[in-house]
């Protein structure tokens, strides 16, 4: 294999580290002399000199750490970030007159981005720093500082106070999903790749199965919020919120069963706008399985009443964000831990309570090889859908989505959250999924999670996910 088009080893995947000429056709930035330069475009991404903020002449040196060459200066341009990250956007000039064996060792470079001390970003806040790669890991478990397995599922990751934040159910040493003994837990980092357990959630946690906690904060009332998903019985939903001073917690329950405009509430998951109104998307096992999004009240403690027209019915694991101004709703066919994966259904809308559309090739975790027209889209006047309390007619002459699964997943995994990770260029989404039943030794808390960055078209419709091996973020030290 030549030098150009050379990548990292991925799963299946094409994301990796290329390298490619930037005097090639269609590219456009600052143009050096042919014999001098290449671009360098990581994990999978490429991005244009023209589209990347010029560092001040102080912070215009950037440098690898090379292994096999003492010629390591590297002349050009790049991006910082105010919270520290650079995330897929790493593109720079690269002198190879004196080297020009740095090609041939760019894989096994520690990428570092430093400043001299009197240097300054354009926004004042970085200084002196040296950004360090942290590696996302999808073929790996990931573990924190102890060494242990990350026990948290179906939960959500935040970003509060300067730190992430991942929240999920620990199903510790159980062999299924379904047992009285789950708990709530937290895990802390600065940088996406050291996390720290901080412990359980919930005080006074009353017996039952629980799943999916979401955690936002309220600046109303000035605490973090939970909401989650319960059952004393199966499939008896409820869902229940509690608060606390800390995103850490510990949770104080405030209602363990918050009264939504639709019964038996299973999956959902919280959303805050950008106006600070909250959301909650959650399925209504009482109706179908159909997914609806309901408005909060400004405490975030209780259901407004205001809902959406129903999104779909025969679905779960719903997630709501937003994008510019557009709104995303997410969600997959029922799938009773299902190691086999759930496909993804993208639904948008220019309003959080909609109206949502959405078309049969809008899957995004869905084999493109395989017949696309498998939601069915009809009148539901007079169609009945058998329920645990018996059959339920949906409301006439509404259109609805009834979701079917083809089992044919790209990636095996049952999406849990989109995070929104703060950039330079902006917020970038990542899409976290459960691998159910993946992990070697058959524990339930030592199954894997799938974490790939979503891609946008320029229409802003979401691009099919990548079964990405590792890709890669920056975050400054």
Same mark, same amino acid.
């Given at each position: ?19 490619? /000429? ?48 003492? @010629? ?43 400043? %001299? ?144 405009? @639709?019964? @038996? ?33 400004? /405490? ?48 948008? %809308? ?16 869905? @084999? ?30 509404? +259109? ?24 330079? +260029? ?7 999924? +459960? ?43």
């Amino acid at each position: 294999m030549g030098l150009e088009g050379r990548k990292f080893q991925q799963m299946g995947s094409e994301a990796g580290a290329a390298i490619s /000429d930037p005097h090639a056709s269609g590219t456009s930035g600052p143009r050096l002399p042919r014999s001098d330069t290449i671009k360098v475009t990581m994990a999978g991404s490429t991005i244009s000199p023209a589209k990347m903020k010029s560092l001040p002449k102080a912070c215009a040196r950037i440098t690898f750490a090379m292994p096999e060459s003492k @010629h390591t200066r590297i002349v050009g341009r790049g991006t910082f970030a105010s919270a520290g990250f650079s995330f897929q956007r790493i593109v720079c000039s690269i002198s190879t007159r004196r080297c020009p064996l740095i090609i041939l060792t760019l894989s096994l470079a520690t990428l570092t981005i430093s400043c %001299s001390k009197t240097g300054r970003s354009r926004d004042g806040g970085l200084g002196t720093n040296v950004f360090r790669t942290v590696t996302i890991n999808n073929v790996e478990p990931r573990r924190d500082v102890a060494g242990r397995i990350i026990d948290a599922h179906d939960g959500c990751l935040q970003f509060f106070e300067g730190r992430f934040y991942l929240y999920g159910t620990a199903y510790g040493t159980n062999t299924d999903y379904f047992q009285t003994n789950h708990h709530y837990c937290v895990y802390s980092s600065p940088d996406l790749g050291q996390w720290t357990y901080e412990g359980e959630l919930l005080q006074a946690q009353p017996s039952g199965v629980y799943y999916r906690p979401y955690v936002v904060f309220n600046p109303n009332i000035r605490k973090y919020v939970l909401w989650y998903n319960w059952y004393q019985k199966n499939w008896d939903g409820q869902t229940g919120v509690a608060v606390s001073t800390s995103p850490s917690g510990p949770f104080t329950i405030v209602n363990p069963n918050i009264q939504l405009s @639709h019964a @038996h509430a299973g999956d959902g998951s919280l959303f805050v706008d950008d106006d600070g109104t909250a959301y909650y998307i959650y399925t209504a096992i009482g109706e179908g399985y159909t997914i609806r999004v309901e408005r909060l009240t400004p /405490d975030y403690l209780k259901a407004t009443g205001g809902t959406s027209r129903i999104l779909a019915a025969g679905g779960e694991s719903p997630v709501l964000f937003r994008r510019n101004n557009t709104y995303y709703a997410l969600c997959g066919p029922r799938c009773n831990a299902c190691p086999q994966g759930s496909e993804t259904q993208v639904f948008t %809308s220019s309003s959080p309570l909609g109206p949502f559309v959405t078309k049969p090739d809008w899957n995004i975790n869905r @084999h493109t090889e395989h017949d696309v027209p498998k939601i069915s889209h009809q009148e539901t006047n007079g169609l009945g859908i058998l329920t645990p309390e018996g059959t339920y007619t949906l409301h006439p002459s509404r +259109d609805t989505q009834i979701i079917n699964a083809t089992n044919s997943p790209i990636i095996p995994a049952q999406q849990t959250w989109v995070a929104k990770i703060p950039t330079p +260029d902006g917020p970038v989404f990542i899409w976290i999924a +459960d691998r159910w039943g993946s992990s070697p030794d058959g524990a339930a808390g030592h199954d894997f999670q799938f974490w790939a960055p979503l891609e946008f078209s320029p229409d802003g419709s979401v691009l099919p996910i990548k079964n990405v091996a590792r890709w890669y973020i920056m975050r400054a030290q």
